[in-house]
């Protein structure tokens, strides 16, 4: 059994790694030849706890190989599985031309029956759409060989993607039973160690992928509306998650308020099923709200400067804590830092950022009003007007607040206890859906 894994990006890679760590032998497919140089020598493209570690370990082993021919990859293997990105148009919904890329060398140069495995996520019904096209293009060929489409989502987080994939709570497996049973093999070294195993049609397991991350990033955006709420009543946050989280059926995960939600899935896939609803004719009015209520909670940072420096940021310096989308990743797509950044800027501000992991001299090259520092510290004293946080770093919810008590601090992540701030007597204090503290008092109602 060997395993064809085409695109090296977050979720082929961390896959293909996983893969050949569960003892099958793996090829992975990237046309980014120097990505694929790079990833053969041991070198990983992103920054993903414990991949560099199982990368060397599953090179040594002889398992896992590297290359951008995909049809010598596709010609020796049965397993094919596309993880390619599947970006969003200027519409919203997703751009399936690399997977199709994938699936028209499948058609073409495979030579044995095997499975087509869709970790990409792909619209609903796209699996369906393309196991006809598949079946359609094989006929045409006089092929007499079968190549069975499963739908196979992934639910990695990243930086926790390894640890993720190793420790699935579940495996999602969408397609005809025999397909199925086949992947299920792949997967049996997890479902032994615990890992539930759910097999459905694919259409299913398409919508299970889209549902489950449109209903995390709904809880996202109904705790930062109920902040809103919260922050004009003088009201906390913190108390009304903790009231909230008490009842188990609605639990404590995913509702600390912040500035939005970023990432390569949320925006992307909430879009996505907003499109798909609006084709299938069903009313999409909860999940746009989502995407919506995201899009004014990344304006809560340049709302609380125009507040606080009554509307005129202009010559204002502004320091800024992190760009990373979360802690633990070097990712910056959607990131809500970015917008900020861009808002302080166009309101005439200066910005000095600072991220422990983003390349930041080279993400900030060619933007004018931007100087990156080297150190958290080095933010504060290149002579800041206000400092922004963005991500909550590790290292900034640890920082001292006795070094922050003249800065005026606009919390984006609600990195501090406000009762340390209020102790600590920082002189002003912003944080979202919290009572501003001034000087060491916290402005509650
Ligand atoms: C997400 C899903 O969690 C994962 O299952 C899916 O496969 C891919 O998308 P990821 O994008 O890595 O994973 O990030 P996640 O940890 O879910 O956080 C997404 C965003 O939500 C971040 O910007 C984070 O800051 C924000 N967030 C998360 C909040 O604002 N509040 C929360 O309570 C939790």
């Not at 980014?32 to 990368?55: F, K, N, T």
């Not at 990859?73 to 993880?83: G, M, T, W």
Request: glycine share 8%; charged share 20%; net charge negative.
């Amino acid at each position: 059994m060997t395993i064809a894994v085409y695109g090296a990006g977050y979720v082929g890679l961390v896959s293909a790694v996983c893969f050949a760590h569960l003892g099958k032998r793996v090829v992975c497919v990237d046309v980014d030849e120097a990505r694929v140089a790079a990833l053969s020598q041991g070198q990983s493209p992103i920054h993903e706890d414990g991949l560099i570690s199982l990368l060397s370990a599953q090179l040594a082993s002889g398992r896992l190989s590297f290359t951008t021919d995909a049809i010598r990859a596709c010609s020796e293997s049965n397993i094919h599985v596309i993880a390619t990105g599947t970006p969003s148009l200027d519409n919203g919904a997703a751009d399936l031309s690399q997977v199709y890329a994938v699936v028209n060398i499948l058609i073409e140069h495979s030579k044995a029956p095997g499975i087509i495995v869709l970790k990409s996520t792909v619209p609903i019904g796209s699996a369906d759409e393309i196991a006809s096209f598949v079946n359609q293009g094989l006929e045409a060929r006089q092929k007499t060989h079968h190549l069975s489409v499963v739908s196979n989502p992934e639910f990695l987080r990243e930086g926790s993607a390894v640890s993720d994939f190793l420790t699935a709570s579940r495996i999602i497996v969408g397609g005809k039973p025999e397909a199925v049973s086949l992947l299920k093999a792949v997967y049996q070294p997890l479902i032994d160690q615990g890992s539930l195993f759910l097999s459905m049609s694919r259409v299913s397991a398409e919508l299970s992928k889209y549902a489950s991350n449109a209903m995390l990033a709904c809880k996202i955006s109904f705790i930062n509306q109920i902040s809103q709420l919260a922050q004009k009543t003088k009201a906390n946050i913190d108390d009304i998650r903790e009231a909230m989280s008490l009842d188990e059926r609605i639990g404590p995960h995913f509702l600390s308020a912040g500035i939005g939600y970023g990432g390569s899935c949320f925006p992307k896939d909430v879009r996505a099923l907003v499109q798909s609803s609006k084709s299938l004719g069903v009313d999409p009015s909860l999940l746009a709200a989502i995407d919506a209520v995201n899009e004014v909670q990344k304006t809560w940072g340049i709302v609380e400067m125009n507040r606080h420096f009554n509307h005129d940021l202009s010559g204002l310096k502004i320091g800024v804590w992190g760009v990373a989308f979360k802690p633990g990743t070097d990712d910056v797509r959607e990131a809500s830092s970015l917008s900020s950044i861009k808002a302080f800027l166009e309101a005439g501000a200066e910005i000095v950022v600072y991220d422990p992991i983003v390349d930041c001299q080279t993400l900030f090259a060619k933007t004018k009003g931007v100087s990156v520092a080297a150190s958290s510290k080095d933010v504060l004293t290149a002579g800041i007007d206000a400092l922004f946080i963005a991500t909550e770093w590790p290292e900034f919810v640890n920082f001292p607040l006795s070094l922050l008590i003249d800065v005026s601090t606009f919390d984006g992540r609600n990195c501090f206890d406000l009762r340390a701030v209020a102790e600590a007597k920082l002189a002003h204090y912003y944080s979202v859906g919290r009572p501003k503290v001034v000087k060491g008092v916290i402005h509650e109602a």
